[in-house]
């Protein structure tokens, strides 16, 4: 059976991150803590979780972050699809139907909603029968 909370530094050392930013973190209160004989503990399962829908942060170990956010794309990602810059993607989105979430910091587009705005779109859409999807590159 695992831990079931990590202290302060730990988490500090999975993520590479220094003691200002990690208590940045908890005052933020981005994970569920715990006080264990004064010390303050962060629960590993919120931890993941929060890692998994996040991708500011990485562990030093390699794992990617953001694992929960498969389905969307971010708008760097969404201007090199288009072929255009990433001011051309906000103005995009403030005047057309694309789901938009915001992650953090980040906006992240929906790689759906996307995909069936570009269909509609004739200036947008590839025509030639080789066409990449959303994501598959």
Same mark, same amino acid.
């Given at each position: 059976?695992?831990?079931? !909370?990590? !202290?302060?530094?730990?988490? =500090?050392?999975?993520?590479?991150?220094?003691? @200002?930013?990690?208590?940045?973190?908890?005052?933020? $209160?981005?994970?569920? /803590?715990?006080?264990?004989?004064?010390?303050? #503990?962060?629960?590993?399962?919120?931890?993941?979780?929060?890692?998994?829908?996040? @991708?500011?942060?990485? $562990?030093?170990?390699? /794992?990617?972050?953001?694992?929960?956010?498969?389905?969307?794309?971010?708008?760097?990602?969404?201007?090199?699809?288009? !072929?255009?810059? /990433?001011? /051309?993607?906000?103005?995009?989105? $403030?005047?057309?139907?694309?789901?938009?979430?915001?992650?953090? #910091?980040?906006?992240?587009?929906?790689?759906?909603?996307?995909? $069936?705005? =570009?269909?509609? !779109?004739? #200036?947008? #859409?590839?025509?030639?029968?080789? =066409?990449?999807?959303?994501?598959?590159?």
């Amino acid at each position: 059976m695992g831990k079931k !909370s990590i !202290s302060v530094p730990e988490m =500090r050392a999975m993520l590479g991150i220094g003691k @200002t930013e990690s208590y940045w973190l908890l005052k933020k $209160k981005y994970f569920e /803590t715990v006080v264990v004989f004064g010390k303050i #503990r962060v629960l590993v399962d919120s931890f993941e979780a929060w890692y998994a829908n996040q @991708t500011w942060y990485k $562990k030093v170990d390699g /794992t990617p972050p953001g694992q929960n956010l498969t389905h969307t794309i971010s708008i760097q990602e969404a201007a090199d699809i288009l !072929s255009v810059g /990433t001011s /051309t993607v906000y103005e995009l989105l $403030k005047r057309n139907p694309i789901t938009v979430y915001q992650i953090g #910091r980040h906006k992240r587009i929906d790689k759906e909603s996307l995909e $069936k705005w =570009r269909a509609a !779109s004739p #200036r947008y #859409r590839q025509e030639h029968e080789g =066409r990449v999807n959303i994501g598959s590159e």
